[in-house]
């Protein structure tokens, strides 16, 4: 999989040759969060070229890690599968993802602020039950971005299918959420609450009581949140 092999017997260095070349753990975190198709591992690694995410799946594929297979119904569109061998590396990729959450520094992790990548982890894990069973749009304003970057929409339809638009998807909006991308980052890595960020006036919802109320349950987490941080 690579040419800069360790030349040793050690199951740790073999691992490591698989796995330790630059982006593979973090598509790997895709993997195991249930994306597979290209356009969605994409949305999850944004910053990783077209040209180098099919490079690290040919080689997940070669190593036996992913499987390739068609899309029902579509002839030209194909999926990423976990294999087994896959499947055994979501305990590992979690674990660096706890360590990352209890041990890394705060500030160097807030550097490197994403509003996309924030909205899909948002959107992957939006909590349905607390919204209400009709469709349900939820807008997302950081005031501080370019307008380019600035409004997103996740919706949630009746059959709790939750969407992420960038463009404005031209349905009534139940609730507007006004709030910096450094505060929506400190909320879903679990580093602050809906409510301290609202009473200092940070994040400003406006719409329905109840739906504003329940921000915290419907919101969801970072699967990392429940770790505490050690370290400042």
Request: proline fraction near 7%; hydrophobic fraction near 45%.
């Amino acid at each position: 999989m690579t040419n800069a092999s360790y030349r040793q017997f050690c199951p740790v260095a073999m691992a490591a040759e698989v796995l330790c070349t630059r982006w593979t753990v973090v598509l790997l975190r895709e993997l195991v969060a249930g994306s597979t198709r290209f356009n969605e591992l994409r949305r999850g690694v944004p910053r990783m070229s077209p040209g180098l995410l099919s490079k690290r799946l040919r080689e997940l594929e070669a190593a036996g890690i992913v499987a390739r297979e068609p899309v029902p119904g579509s002839k030209e569109i194909e999926a990423y599968r976990l294999t087994q061998a896959g499947r055994d590396l979501q305990p590992v990729v979690e674990a660096i993802g706890m360590w990352g959450q209890k041990w890394v520094e705060t500030e160097p992790s807030l550097e490197n602020l994403d509003a996309e990548l924030l909205m899909w982890d948002m959107r992957r894990n939006l909590n349905t039950e607390p919204v209400p069973r009709e469709r349900t749009v939820i807008e997302f304003i950081y005031p501080e971005l370019p307008e380019a970057e600035r409004t997103w929409w996740l919706i949630v339809e009746p059959d709790r299918s939750v969407d992420l638009c960038h463009v404005d998807p031209g349905f009534d909006v139940d609730l507007y959420v006004t709030v910096d991308l450094r505060t929506m980052t400190e909320i879903w890595m679990g580093l602050r609450s809906v409510s301290d960020a609202a009473e200092r006036g940070a994040l400003v919802p406006v719409g329905p009581r109840r739906l504003a109320a329940t921000m915290q349950a419907w919101l969801g987490l970072s699967p990392f949140a429940r770790q505490e941080k050690l370290a400042g």
